[in-house]
């Protein structure tokens, strides 16, 4: 049988079950702990805090250990080592399947989060309050431009324009709000999914880009998708 060791990735873990009982309450822990990050826990105490939210049915799914990071994932984490930022935004971050191996390894960058769903908001801010602070998630629309031109050094669109009615202005935005680069990744050809309703193929994406002003563009593909750097200015 697997222990909890075994099964999930226990930091991380503990950082959403802390901030989680911050907002909430639940699980039930000893103030001292209560009070820390996962950073400032000991194994044992990142063991106790897991077994309890375990306990209190806390669904702790994302965090499950030995994941093997997506190919895609690989492809953007890999570029973005190779150039210096200090400030991204991510559209669309969903439950983190990029964004916690991106903080993990980019721990230095300040990172705003955009989802349109609330409950993936709440999480993530839960997941920051308790050992991520360099994050922070907003429920906002990349289409309305939330933030001002030039904000984020890096934006990445991972896994998102194929869901957005109005891609053109979630391009438009995303290369304006960007100071460097703009990460792209898309499903390379139609699938089943019924949420998925543009298939964005390279040329689509080059005229959706350059509507925007920006014709620096480099595409690769990897394992069924398109990634895409656009490179700003």
Not at 35 to 45: G, H, L, Q, V
Not at 64 to 72: C, I, N
Not at 142 to 147: G, L, N, T, Y
Not at 163 to 168: G, L, S, T
Request: some cysteine.
């Amino acid at each position: 049988m697997e222990t909890l060791e075994e099964k999930y990735d226990l930091k991380t873990a503990a950082a959403w079950i802390l901030g989680h009982h911050r907002r909430t309450g639940v699980p039930e822990l000893p103030a001292q702990t209560a009070r820390k990050t996962a950073d400032e826990c000991t194994e044992e105490e990142c063991l106790r805090i897991v077994r309890a939210g375990q306990e209190a049915g806390l669904k702790l799914y994302p965090f499950k250990a030995g994941t093997q990071t997506l190919a895609r994932t690989k492809r953007t984490l890999g570029f973005l080592h190779s150039v210096s930022f200090e400030t991204m935004l991510d559209v669309g971050s969903g439950r983190g399947v990029f964004l916690i191996p991106f903080m993990k390894e980019f721990p230095w960058v300040r990172v705003t989060s955009l989802d349109l769903l609330e409950k993936r908001v709440v999480f993530l801010n839960e997941l920051a309050d308790g050992g991520f602070p360099q994050m922070h998630a907003e429920q906002k629309d990349v289409c309305r431009q939330p933030f001002p031109d030039g904000s984020f050094d890096v934006v990445t669109l991972l896994e998102v324009l194929e869901h957005i009615p109005a891609v053109e202005q979630a391009v438009l935005a995303a290369v304006r709000m960007a100071r460097q680069y703009v990460v792209v990744t898309v499903p390379s050809k139609p699938d089943s999914n019924p949420e998925h309703i543009h298939v964005l193929t390279k040329d689509r994406l080059t005229r959706l880009f350059a509507d925007a002003g920006c014709t620096r563009l480099h595409f690769d593909g990897v394992e069924g998708h398109l990634f895409l750097v656009a490179a700003i200015g």
